[in-house]
């Protein structure tokens, strides 16, 4: 189990950026690979990206390929997403999840897959 807390999130113009953080305790943080995922109001919480446990294996939904870059900081607890070229079909709250080591990179695309969620937060991206 691991504890998760987002930040960054915030209101922007199209084609600004914003940086999410998630915070992650403990000192296991290394043995999750960590995703993002998000969701927009009607919908289900759809994926955006996922980074595995040792940060060379990065993955991304179709929607945001060239815009959006997952990153981690194992010894700050710590996983990014660096938000470029922001649409307004990005708004969303955006939730950080971890999955614990050892299953396979195909799972990462999945909410079942994930043990842990944080509280999510608001981007909202204005027209």
């Known amino acids: 189990q691991v504890q998760l807390v987002e930040s960054g999130g915030g209101l922007v113009q199209a084609g600004g950026s914003l940086r999410l953080s998630c915070a992650a305790s403990g000192r296991t943080f290394t043995n999750y690979a960590m995703g993002w995922f998000r969701q927009a109001p009607g919908k289900e919480r759809a994926f955006v990206s996922a980074?595995?446990?040792?940060?060379?294996?990065?993955y991304y939904a179709d929607s945001v390929k060239g815009r959006f870059t997952i990153s981690r900081d194992n010894a700050k607890n710590t996983v990014y997403l660096q938000m470029n070229s922001l649409k307004s079909e990005d708004t969303a709250v955006y939730y950080c999840?971890?999955?614990?080591?050892?299953?396979?990179?195909?799972?990462?695309?999945?909410?079942?897959?994930?043990?842990?969620w944080g509280q999510g937060t608001q981007v909202t991206v204005s027209s």
């Open positions: 980074i595995n446990w040792r940060g060379g294996g990065t």
């Open positions: 999840a971890a999955q614990a080591r050892g299953r396979n990179s195909a799972s990462y695309y999945y909410v079942r897959e994930y043990d842990d």
